[in-house]
């Protein structure tokens, strides 16, 4: 009875630090989405709450999941890494060859089970991330060798040709391919190989583009045309430059304050889809630098919190589970905020719990309950540093006598 109860005491750890900033990013998102959104849905649906009250409650809901979520050892989720992530590749096959795929804005990238509409790439991201943390343990030794980093690439690699191949998504699958080397760098000891390896894919990402750039005038591949328009937006702002032209009109007006909460001229149907992807540049016209800058501050605090769970989980599948949260978030939030700066070519990926979507809020908070499950795992570090000072001031207490203690040797016979 004593040890269940010392065992408790002991994991009674709780992230609670996590859980509030992601709260924090969800009720931010949601005010940003009404501002952005509520001209538009007016418009289309005679309600200006129209895209408000759905994400509120899908976000509501995944908060209630998260929470039970995290109450679930996380080892539960590495011994059924095999299935879910055949089910994602199962899931993607069905959007491409069944009726139950639903295209949307010309994408074809959703399945519609039941009239539950979802993308299962988001499926694909989390299986991906318990599956590499399987494999990799599981190697042992044989994760050191080059053919150990293969077969973990594979898998990862595998997910990300499925998610291109069945959705016609290659931003998503990019995501997974980095979630998947971004892990393996985690995970493997020599970090030398990585680095040149990094150094000659930006060379060579460098070479491609310009390549890509030359024979983009002649092809009609919609995602070369991106690439001419990412590197002289004027002069297709009539065409693919528009929405791009009109993000960055709106980061600049904005100034350092903002011109205030509610009073974007770009959400007016300007921007489109501006509670989407680019709901970032509505936050930077309405808050300004200093509202941009303090959302960052937000993902920054957030992916601390994930870098210190992974640096004190109590095993490595839990260091790699948090860290696979950790790589996701990272660089989705990167990528969102690189493409309304237009740093690179425009791709679909959200600001994650701020952008409209209750696919990704909904499993994005899954990914959250399984790094608060691998946190309640952890040492209490309070109760440690209480334990500590408790003998710290016991030891200096004047008339206090320290004795040594021997080895129990309880039921020893010679």
């Not at 009875?1 to 924090?24: E, G, P, Q, S």
């Not at 795929?101 to 010309?106: K, L, Q, S, Y």
Request: aromatic share 12%; proline share 3%.
């Amino acid at each position: 009875m004593a040890d269940k109860v010392k065992k408790r005491t002991a994991r009674r750890f709780y992230d609670y630090n996590l859980l509030a900033v992601v709260i924090i990013l969800i009720c931010f998102g949601l005010v940003m989405l009404y501002s952005a959104s509520s001209y538009e849905s007016t418009s289309l649906f005679g309600d200006d709450m129209y895209y408000l009250k759905r994400q509120a409650l899908i976000s509501v809901g995944a908060v209630v999941l998260a929470l039970i979520v995290s109450r679930f050892d996380y080892a539960i989720f590495l011994k059924v890494s095999i299935p879910i992530y055949l089910l994602s590749l199962a899931l993607m096959a069905m959007v491409r060859f069944t009726p139950l795929g639903v295209t949307v804005f010309g994408a074809r990238r959703w399945l519609n089970i039941m009239g539950l509409q979802f993308q299962p790439s988001e499926i694909a991201k989390i299986a991906v991330i318990i599956l590499l943390a399987r494999m990799i343990v599981g190697l042992g030794s044989e994760f050191y060798r080059f053919s150990g980093v293969v077969k973990v690439l594979a898998v990862g690699g595998a997910a990300a040709f499925a998610t291109y191949f069945f959705t016609d998504n290659l931003s998503t699958a990019l995501i997974i391919m980095g979630i998947s080397v971004f892990m393996v760098f985690i995970a493997h000891p020599k970090t030398r190989i990585f680095v040149i390896l990094f150094i000659i894919l930006v060379v060579a990402g460098i070479a491609l583009v310009l390549f890509l750039d030359n024979i983009a005038s002649s092809s009609s591949s919609f995602r070369l045309r991106r690439i001419q328009v990412w590197r002289n937006p004027e002069k297709y702002s009539a065409s693919g430059g528009y929405q791009v032209l009109q993000g960055l009109y709106a980061i600049g007006s904005g100034g350092f304050f903002g011109k205030g909460l509610g009073n974007s001229t770009q959400k007016l149907a300007t921007i489109p889809e501006a509670q989407n992807d680019m709901i970032f540049t509505i936050i930077c016209e309405e808050l300004g630098i200093f509202g941009a800058i303090i959302v960052l501050l937000l993902f920054a605090y957030l992916i601390y919190r994930l870098f210190w769970i992974a640096q004190n989980a109590p095993n490595l599948q839990g260091t790699l589970i948090a860290s696979g949260v950790m790589i996701h978030i990272s660089l989705q939030v990167i990528l969102n905020i690189c493409v309304v700066l237009n740093v690179i070519p425009t791709t679909g990926v959200t600001l994650p719990f701020v952008s409209y979507g209750g696919t990704s809020v909904f499993f994005l908070m899954i990914e959250i309950g399984m790094a608060l499950s691998v946190s309640g795992q952890i040492d209490n570090p309070s109760r440690r540093e209480l334990q500590k000072a408790v003998r710290m001031r016991t030891m200096n207490t004047p008339g206090t006598t320290r004795t040594s203690r021997t080895p129990r040797t309880e039921g020893r016979r010679d």
